[in-house]
């Protein structure tokens, strides 16, 4: 691997919003990093046009029917061009690839982290879920690989940036802000008739629809606690949610005397990618400066578990632990993507969530095979709620 300069990066999702703005990243410091490979699944027209402005070596478009229309589009620019689920996770091992950039939606995130871990990368995670699902065998894989995870969720840059230099052992608690999202006013009642437009309008951040529909339910948060527990190795009892509106403080690490501290800065996720994307350097930019006397009120105030069912359903999962994150998010990908089709209201997201956690089978060691079978089932039986609805 090449030490600082001229990094390969591989770009799992380049076409959904992280994966855009690490392209950004590349484009802001072309001495430095290089787009080795682009992967989307099925957003053919942007691929392409990302294709030819950045000149990548290969490009993957993983849904198989818009093969074509990528290839002719791209043919005689030297651009290998492939398709399907396989060979993503084998454009990741490649030899050139220095970072591994995951950004792609869900449970897909799981089978290409899992190569790259394999294959002593630097992988800058975007995608949750990975560790939702499977922080445990994660986990167990990076003791015996050469591989590092550089987070690129803001909260998780955050804990990242305030951890540097600290000893784990002085960690007291993990303090994981919340923006509480477009309903955070909102009574339980009022959540029954808000629709997938009102939830896509969110107050801070500017995201795909699927996670911005997370943050509505506060599954994302629930998720983000999950992924720094395995992150950071900090039990789910020690890592506390704390609704801050503003998105300003991006998290806190308490330690064993007392001591807080945060990382600040303006809601745009570009600062957590270039920070992932240049360590162990912080990266210049030139982008507009956080004033800190335009924030003279900062606010925290405690999350509202009743109104947010599924921030106790993360909890629960995550002290249960074996399979339950996994089938927690296999129900959680299916009811978000039956609200986004105005198939579900509001509140049934978490009550088909909550109810597929109670019917599905423990298993408390899974093995990959286990993971592949319990998201499976959860997704069969999550979607069966869907039409008894
Ligand atoms: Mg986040």
């Known amino acids: ?40 699944r099925t957003s053919a027209k942007l691929l392409i046009e990302q294709a030819q402005r950045f000149k990548p070596r290969r490009v993957i478009i993983a849904d198989e029917q818009y093969y074509r229309e990528v290839n002719d589009a791209l ?111 909102f009574t339980r009642e009022q959540l029954e008739h808000v629709t997938a437009d009102d939830a896509l309008h969110h107050p801070n951040w500017s995201m795909g629809a699927k996670i911005t529909i997370d943050s509505a339910t506060m599954m994302n948060k629930g998720f983000e606690m999950i992924e720094a527990k395995w992150l950071f190795g900090v039990s789910h009892e020690n890592i506390e949610i704390v609704v801050h509106p503003q998105s300003i403080v991006h998290s806190m690490v308490e330690y064993c005397d007392g001591s807080v501290k945060a990382q600040l800065g303006l809601p745009d996720m570009h600062l957590p990618i270039r920070y992932a994307l240049g360590l162990p350097e912080r990266l210049p930019s030139r982008e507009q400066r956080m004033s800190v006397s335009d924030y003279a009120l900062l606010t925290f105030e405690r999350p509202d578990f009743e109104k947010f069912p599924l921030l106790t359903a993360a909890y629960d999962a995550a002290r249960r632990g074996g399979n339950v994150p996994c089938v927690m998010n296999a129900a959680n990908e299916i009811a978000v993507a039956a609200f986004l089709r105005r198939q579900i209201a509001f509140n049934d997201i978490a009550r088909i969530v909550i109810d597929t956690m109670e019917h599905a089978p423990f298993v408390s ?25």
């Open 1 to 40: 691997m090449t030490e600082i300069n001229n990094k390969n990066i591989a770009i799992l999702g380049s076409t959904g919003s992280i994966g855009r703005q690490t392209l950004d990243i590349i484009a802001e410091y072309p001495e430095r990093f290089r787009a080795h490979t682009l992967v989307a």
């Open 75 to 185: 043919s005689g620019l030297g651009i290998e061009v492939l398709t399907g689920e396989a060979a993503i996770s084998a454009a990741v091992v490649d030899a050139d690839v220095d970072i591994v950039v995951t950004a792609m939606v869900g449970y897909s995130g799981l089978a290409p982290t899992i190569a790259a871990i394999g294959a002593d990368k630097i992988i800058a995670l975007a995608n949750k879920e990975t560790l939702v699902v499977a922080g445990e065998l994660i986990t167990q894989l990076l003791k015996s690989s050469k591989s590092v995870i550089y987070p690129v969720d803001s909260e998780h840059g955050a804990f990242f940036q305030c951890l540097v230099g600290e000893r784990r052992e002085d960690v007291s608690k993990l303090i994981l802000t919340a923006s509480g999202g477009p309903f955070r006013t």
């Open 365 to 389: 060691v899974p093995t990959y095979d286990d993971y592949v079978a319990s998201n499976a089932a959860a997704r069969c039986y999550a979607q069966e709620k869907l039409v008894t609805k």
